[in-house]
């Protein structure tokens, strides 16, 4: 199930490269690795690979949570439309 998901989040997941935020991030990084020597950008580099990789976990968590509760919630409103329909 949780493949499928995976998919499903994928499918709708658009990176906006025009978010201001984005654009920030690309011109901090792009000012401190001037400033660094070549072992320290490999620090940043690293720690922003750790970043990305941290934040496509918490996002798919979060998908799937959100999609269970869905599933939960469906599934009581059918077993309440069913006792209000006898």
């Known amino acids: 199930m949780d ?15 025009d978010n201001p935020l984005e654009q920030e991030i690309t011109q ?16 940043v580099l690293r720690i922003m690979d750790c970043y990305g990789h941290l934040e496509c976990q918490c996002t798919l ?7 269970y509760l869905a599933w939960k919630l469906s599934q009581e409103l059918h077993a309440f439309e069913g006792t209000c329909n006898q």
Do not use: N, P
């Not at 493949?3 to 490269?17: A, C, H, N, R």
């Not at 901090?28 to 620090?43: E, F, N, P």
């Open 61 to 67: 968590k979060a998908f799937q949570t959100g999609f």
């Open 28 to 43: 901090c990084h792009q000012t401190l690795i001037q400033h660094l020597s070549k072992a320290d950008r490999r620090v």
């Open 3 to 17: 493949t499928i998901l995976e998919q499903l989040l994928s499918q709708y997941t658009v990176k906006d490269k």
